[in-house]
């Protein structure tokens, strides 16, 4: 099996102002996949939809092989989730809670679980109702990760937390993944955390899906180009598309390109433009850049 | 040893990780023999992906300067004193790269940046 999750055609309209429409969405297996989006674009209703929480109106979803929802309890023995909002009982202790979760997952590792208490820092005994948010939200990747998942699916799962929380609950997932080689699919407004590990990016707006590429193609193929004397240039026939273009001071400009290639700095040779730089965009300059295309395209 | 890596940067987190272990090597901060950390330990500590130390680690493999034994973890080689002094020419290079990259952005001719050079190497001043 070579794909980890796979949306075909998914509709689901939440309210007569706001759909998901004819998404489609493919997740290699082992594949670390970073969902990107404005709020409200629909990001944590699709993880319903994958998850069997919400009943689609037309398409199709397949978790690890398993048909959604036919065959959902054997998509969910072997997928860890981290919900967007805490779905644990406020009463019980993480002991409780612990022993609770482990029911139902056979492989579940106690072993690393209670290093990871300590490792995070959580006391058995404490009741979940008086946690900070920082210590849910490492409970929370402790019970999703201890289950060993082939498949995590993680709504914002370091969101709001201090950077230290955020390093602690990140490496626990990173350490996983080397050592299980499960696929992970995390949404999250913390781009610069998914620059780092992600090697997979899917973006939504609006309820539809922008792009789904490799993050080697999203970043040799989107550039900041900065040019000198090209006020006169009309890209029209350019090899490249030109998703925005702003003058700076005097007479340089900077263009954002889409699927750059190296050799195209050929079109750029002709008499008084000169080609200061070509860099990379960086996967949150990209993002903002991409979603600005959609909806000029859209509207 | 692995701070400010820079996942923005065009260059690749991989060859950023390569780059630092080959300059430890250059300069006897690693010696033959030292190990290196897993890919669990990197990957988990520096928040990447693991795919990205494996990459880094064969690059390092297939230069000669670390030895991957199976079941036991990655090594440092011995690196002669030849390869390590190539290794320094390098880094050197890779800094000039950078400066020349940097200077044509700032729409400078290689003539003034040579002379810039040569008056920073001739003790600077006014």
Known sequence: MSTAIEVKGLHYRASPEFAIEDLTLTVPAGALYGFLGPNGCGKTTTIRLLLGLLRRDAGRVRLLGHAVPEELPAA??????????????????????????RAFYPEWDAGWASELLGEFRLLPHQRLARLSKGEQAKLMMLLALCQRPELLVLDEPMDGLDPVVRRDVLSALLDYVSSRGATVFVSSHLVHELERFCDWIGVMDRGRLVVE?????FRSGNKRIRLAGAAALEPLEAPFTLLARERDAGAVETWVVRGWRPEMTGWFERDGVALREVV??????????LLRAFRARES | MFGNLDPKSAVPLYEQIAVRLKAAVATGELRAGDSLPSVRQLAGKLRINPATVVQAYRGLEEQGFVELRQGAGTFVRSVG??????????QARRLARQMLADAARFGLSRQELREAIRHELDGGGA
């Open chain 1, 76 to 101: 969910l023995a072997r997928t860890g989730v981290i919900p967007d909002r805490p779905h644990l009982h406020r009463y019980l202790t993480i002991a409780e809670s612990l022993a609770f979760h």
């Open chain 1, 213 to 217: 590429l490799p993050m080697g193609d």
């Open chain 1, 280 to 289: 990379d965009l960086d996967l949150e300059d990209g993002f903002v850049e």
């Open chain 2, 81 to 90: 004193s030849e390869t390590r002094s190539r290794e320094r020419v390098a």
